[in-house]
């Protein structure tokens, strides 16, 4: 039988925002909207939020998600996510007994992505049987191929290409990575030990519901995209 484990990682100590992953969104806490969609999206087994803080867990079991131990290591800003992920399975295992064929990562600071987009992830990774597939969107505004460093003298030093010299619709489409979702083979993370391993495939979602949020900035953008998703669904 196969067994889907989704994990939302939510640490504190974030210094941009603090206490990012349970700021106010909308009315909630930032974290209650990624929670909501993995429980609409009714494909897993468990939903998981790994956090050092049982005030966080506490939040999060309001909303629905389980909270099983506080995360004792990885909570600095440095340690990656892959290994938060890594030590999630491996105390689930050890202390609980629990496997699972997929995991699912979802990061709370993208709470626009809903359970309809998690679901058309989960069927493609299913359907194109790969070890992982991870989220991704399309440049659109602020296209990098226009990107550049600014010389001492206030000069341009271009990243890519001059865009002085081609055309804006010229230049290949451009794409990002987005923690909205991720899913992977249990028994091929594990091997990898990161989501960006051999034969690791990307699927592209519509901006408007990548947006992740990392500062103030970020926030106040969320929130205007937030109100023009919802006005689109009433009209």
Known sequence: MVKNLAIIPARTGSKRIPDKNIVNFM???????????AIESDLF?????????PEYAKIAEKYGAWVPFLRKEYNDDYSPLNKVYLSVLDMIKTELGKEYSNICALQATCPLRDASIIKTIYNFFLDSDSKTVLSCSKFNFMNPWWSFKMAYNSEADF????PVKTRSQDNEELFYPTGAVGFAKVKDFIEDSTFYGKGHKFFSIDWKYAVDIDNYQDLEFAKAVFSMINQTKET
């Open 27 to 37: 009315g909630k806490p930032l974290i209650a909207y990624t929670i909501e969609a």
């Open 45 to 53: 087994d468990d939903i998981i939020v790994s956090t050092d803080s």
């Open 159 to 162: 990243m890519l290409s001059n």
